[in-house]
């Protein structure tokens, strides 16, 4: 690092701010690039005063209302969670969306990368993949000693093809089958068994007494003998194991035929997460994260952004973005939803952020919030997808999840992702057995402590070494390299696969 920027303690984002963020620990007494003078310890990535504030001022930060001083706050102090009260959630009414909005978005200096055409027709694959999908959690046993033996036995014989992932779940008998919410994890599933990486193969493990029958899972001309099998039917274990085993070995002769070609980027489909988020998140990583957007989606990409919590106190900024009124008024039904969700628990969007957050400087869901949307770009909002559903547009896409990682991801794939971008400030081993995700992290000290884990350090943007649109750039590229099959991201080469977790606010029984 050069000397010059060493002299960089704080981060200001914007100049209506009055608060700015600590670059590093800093000890009582230390000079701030704002010229204000600390008077006590300020935890790295937390707030320092830059005026006083008495109860009841206004706390910004982006040029954002965060909330009121709870508390005064002398100039110089540190500012945490405890001294801010929550501002009121924005109002879904008479939110307009701006019939004018344009942007120009930058210009990817590449358009095409080596993916697998898909024999279905949409998004292409990154990924060559046999999944093997089940209907319900009874079958998971049998079928992970039956995986285990084919990735022995099997695979090897079959080296164009990448790996064999069980998708196994929750869901599927004990359940509400009927309720009315129940086709959110019925939707994510039926969408899940066509993800690009799994090459238009079917093959499906049913119990044979579940609710989720095989039916309810498949479309029709899918739903044949050759793709599912049903253990009730057959004579013990070693029966099981052999018929998944025969399966699978005519599965995987028609995968490995499949071969990479080069294709535009607009059969393209990624996601981007972030989790384990600090307030460095909202400076470095996810602004980063959105020039690779706004690069991807000038050059025809499709890329969704999600997280319903994360996007609430913000939405007025993402309204503003959607292309019709149509998208508009489906991203304010699903905010409602979700707000209605979050009421019948007796909770609210406060239940956000985690410990991790606010130990990260975060002080409530509305820094939060200014921080995770960065990551969609600027990009116009071309559609808003119900959890699971499939796009029918392509572009910036906003898929209506939940915030927490485990299931945002599996909702992300169910609506067609094949890779995914993750952003994280305070670290996390997060991977998905069905696409890459590539873990950009939003300070060098993350890297540091994790050089094997993180694949891309966006921590430079924070100091002031690298632009977000250098940053932006070289993510740009990484996530080309490893949809094409370049390189792999650490999460896939050490295989670090969370369980699959559906989305289902449908009562269990």
């Known amino acids: 690092m050069q000397e010059t920027k060493k002299l960089a303690q704080t981060v200001k984002v914007n100049p209506q701010d009055n608060v700015a963020i600590a670059l590093?620990?800093?000890?009582?007494?230390?000079?701030?690039?704002?010229?204000?003078?600390?008077?006590?310890?300020?935890?790295?990535?937390?707030?320092?005063?830059?005026?006083?504030?008495?109860?009841?001022?206004?706390?910004?930060?982006?040029?954002?209302?965060?909330?009121?001083?709870?508390?005064?706050?002398?100039?110089?102090?540190?500012?945490?969670?405890?001294?801010?009260?929550?501002?009121?959630?924005?109002?879904?009414?008479?939110?307009?969306y701006d019939r004018d909005y344009q942007v120009a978005l930058p210009v990817a200096k590449q358009g095409t990368f080596a993916g697998y055409e898909n024999p279905r027709g949409g998004f292409a694959g990154t990924r060559n993949i046999l999944a093997i999908h089940t209907t319900v959690q009874c079958v998971s046993g049998v079928l992970n000693v039956a995986v285990k033996k084919m990735k022995q036995e099997l695979l090897p014989k079959y080296p164009h093809v990448d790996d064999i992932v069980p998708i196994n779940h929750?869901?599927?008998?004990?359940?509400?089958?009927?309720?009315?919410?129940?086709?959110?994890?019925?939707?994510?599933?039926?969408?899940?068994?066509?993800?690009?990486?799994?090459?238009?193969?079917?093959?499906?493990?049913?119990?044979?007494?579940?609710?989720?029958?095989?039916?309810?899972?498949?479309?029709?001309?899918?739903n044949k003998s050759e793709n599912v099998i049903v253990l009730q039917?057959?004579?013990?274990?070693?029966?099981?194991?052999?018929?998944?085993?025969?399966?699978?070995?005519?599965?995987?002769?028609?995968?490995?035929?499949?071969?990479?070609?080069?294709l535009p980027l607009d059969q393209l489909c990624i996601g981007m997460q972030c989790g384990g988020s600090d307030?460095?998140?909202?400076?470095?990583a996810n602004p980063a994260a959105g020039y690779a957007a706004d690069l991807l989606v000038g050059a025809g990409a499709t890329v969704m952004f999600s997280e319903v919590?994360?996007?609430?106190?913000?939405?007025?900024y993402l309204a503003k973005r959607c292309q019709s009124s149509e998208v508009r008024d489906k991203l304010i039904g699903e905010m409602a939803w979700y707000d209605r969700y979050l009421e019948q628990g007796e909770v609210d969007r406060s239940a956000n952020p985690t410990p991790g957050n606010k130990k990260g400087g975060l002080s409530n869901i509305v820094e939060k919030a200014m921080g995770s949307i960065a990551k969609s770009g600027t990009a116009p909002i071309a559609e808003v997808l119900s959890p699971g559903e499939r796009p029918r547009s392509k572009g910036l896409i906003y898929a209506a999840t939940p915030a927490s990682d485990i299931v945002c991801g599996p909702s992300q794939l169910a609506s067609g992702?094949?890779?995914?971008?993750?952003?994280?400030?305070?670290?996390?081993?997060?991977?998905?057995?069905?696409?890459?995700?590539?873990?950009?992290?939003?300070?060098?000290?993350?890297?540091?402590?994790?050089?094997?884990?993180?694949?891309?350090?966006?921590?430079?943007?924070?100091?002031?070494?690298?632009?977000?649109?250098?940053?932006?750039g070289l993510l740009f590229d990484k996530i080309i390299r490893v949809a094409s099959g370049e390189e792999q991201s650490f999460a896939e080469k050490y295989q670090l696969h969370n369980d699959f977790c559906i989305f289902n606010p449908a009562p269990i029984t």
């Not at 089958?177 to 899940?192: F, T």
């Not at 402590?449 to 966006?458: K, M, T, Y």
């Open 24 to 96: 590093y620990d800093l000890e009582a007494g230390v000079r701030t690039t704002e010229n204000v003078v600390t008077l006590e310890k300020i935890p790295q990535a937390h707030k320092v005063a830059l005026k006083d504030l008495h109860v009841g001022d206004e706390i910004i930060r982006y040029g954002v209302l965060l909330g009121y001083a709870n508390r005064k706050i002398k100039e110089g102090s540190w500012i945490n969670e405890e001294m801010v009260t929550l501002p009121k959630m924005p109002s879904l009414e008479q939110m307009d």
């Open 170 to 222: 929750a869901y599927g008998c004990g359940v509400a089958i009927n309720a009315k919410e129940a086709k959110v994890p019925i939707r994510s599933l039926r969408n899940l068994v066509h993800n690009p990486n799994f090459g238009g193969e079917v093959m499906v493990v049913a119990l044979g007494c579940e609710k989720l029958t095989p039916e309810m899972l498949l479309e029709e001309e899918d």
């Open 233 to 262: 039917d057959l004579p013990g274990f070693e029966a099981m194991i052999q018929a998944l085993m025969a399966m699978a070995e005519s599965k995987l002769e028609r995968l490995n035929a499949r071969r990479r070609t080069v």
């Open 279 to 284: 307030a460095f998140s909202g400076i470095s």
């Open 309 to 316: 919590t994360e996007v609430r106190d913000g939405v007025q």
């Open 417 to 472: 992702i094949t890779l995914q971008v993750f952003m994280t400030g305070r670290g996390t081993p997060y991977g998905l057995a069905a696409a890459p995700v590539i873990k950009v992290c939003s300070r060098n000290e993350m890297k540091d402590l994790w050089a094997d884990l993180i694949d891309v350090n966006a921590g430079a943007v924070a100091t002031g070494e690298s632009t977000i649109a250098e940053m932006g």
